[in-house]
């Protein structure tokens, strides 16, 4: 009884001493995030950074480029930073238009994280990855964890070459390093910018304003996709998990749902009996191509418990109620 007191009290100790900094707090997953970890270890725990303040921000923001590395550092030593939140990225179909830029950027972020948190002793790190890790050689259903990786896109790419990083850096520094290979995430809080799988936030907006929708992919794209609460849900647990069971340190595979436009459009349909689809496929279509349709998240299962809760079907109800109520 005694010792489990005392262990107890521990880990309530060290958990109320975390000092959270999050790169990319301005994003789509960045801004819920912020906010759960603000509700979860109160506001003077937490440091949201970005390229650019947000408006309407409560709590701790400085303004930061995480490719500049004595301003990250500066601001981890000014506030004793404990775990870092690295979500700070270009994405897949931004990151095609400029390549070079991306590689850059979501390298240069990520070395800086990591080489902070080894210098000034940050002790866990979370680095987001994506099912963009995958190419058109891996298996398209139910695709595996251990699929030989080889991303068509430069962001893919730059999260294949982040995941060998994290691992490097787990087994050379024991580096508290975890990562998730994320979906396509669907929110009503934020908007997405620059993914493949954007289309399934857009195509909302269009219907709650009872606007015509043109999707960019195919009406048969099916792809691996997650709603927000479960997406950062998988995040906190992750880190939350006792760190002896965590046998992943590249990145783990995770799952919420799959559809393709075509049937996400069949379901917004039924609260919008007069809604309409046209498909315009771009370049967009040929990164789908290579992704997986469905992801097979058994390792996360496993090893620290996850379970999504949503379905497509209750994610477009939860969508259509949440923007409803901002309209
Ligand atoms: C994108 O489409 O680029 C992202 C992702 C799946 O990583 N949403």
Redesign the pocket.
Known sequence: MFLIYNFDCIQFFSFMQEKILITGAGG?LGSVLTLKLQEKFGFDRIIATDLYPKIGHRGHFEILDATDYQKLESIVIKHSITQIYHLAAI?????EKTPVKTWDLNMKTLINVLEVSRIQGVHKVFF?????VFGDNASKDNTSQDQFLLPS?I?GIS?ATGENWVNYYYIKYGLDVRSLR????IGHQSL?G?????YAVDIFHKAIHNKPFECFLSASAQ??MIYMEDAIRATIELMEAPKQNITIRSSYNIAGMSFNPNQLFLMIRKTYPKFTITYKPDF?QQ?ADT?PNSIDDSNARRDWGWNPKCDLESMTSSMIKNLKLKQ
Do not use: E, H, M
């Open positions: 789509q994405l897949s179909a931004s990151g987001p990855s994506s099912i963009a896109t962001y999260k994320y979906p396509g995430v997405p620059g993914g493949t799988t954007d792809l691996p967009r990164i992704w």
